[in-house]
Nanobody, 124 residues
Framework: QLQLVESGGGSVQAGGSLTLSCVGSGYTYSSYFMGWFRQAPGKEREGVASISTGGVRTTYADSVKGRFTISRDNAKNMLYLQMNSLKPEDTAMYYC?????????????????WGQGTQVTVSS
């Protein structure tokens, strides 16, 4: 069983930056494909970024390309999402997710493990 806990959310003005973190439990953390998702009120959950087990391969939603960077530190069981040039439409609850399946590099996989979420609010 993998447990995930996000942190780093908050309120920021448009154009600002935030870094989200996600710590995972379990000694097999490095075997998991990881992703960040978000859900705004009244909207469906959407994939933001995903990363391979070794951190070499990444994917991004078109809406965040060039602004967000996903990374991981397997030695620390950590996943990060650096968010720059934030926009009001980035306001949402952000979740990290993990799964062992290779197909989970991307956003079409039904990730097995999820964190509780951290709120990001961007004001104009």
């Amino acid at each position: 069983q993998l447990q995930l806990v996000e942190s780093g959310g908050g309120s920021v003005q448009a154009g600002g930056s935030l870094t989200l973190s996600c710590v995972g439990s379990g000694y097999t953390y490095s075997s998991y494909f990881m992703g960040w998702f978000r859900q705004a009120p009244g909207k469906e959950r959407e994939g933001v970024a995903s990363i391979s087990t070794g951190g070499v391969r990444t994917t991004y939603a078109d809406s965040v390309k060039g602004r967000f960077t996903i990374s991981r530190d397997n030695a620390k069981n950590m996943l990060y999402l650096q968010m720059n040039s934030l926009k009001p439409e980035d306001t949402a609850m952000y979740y990290c997710a993990a799964d062992l399946r290779r197909a989970c590099l991307g956003f079409t996989c039904a990730y097995k493990y999820w964190g509780q979420g951290t709120q990001v609010t961007v004001s104009s």
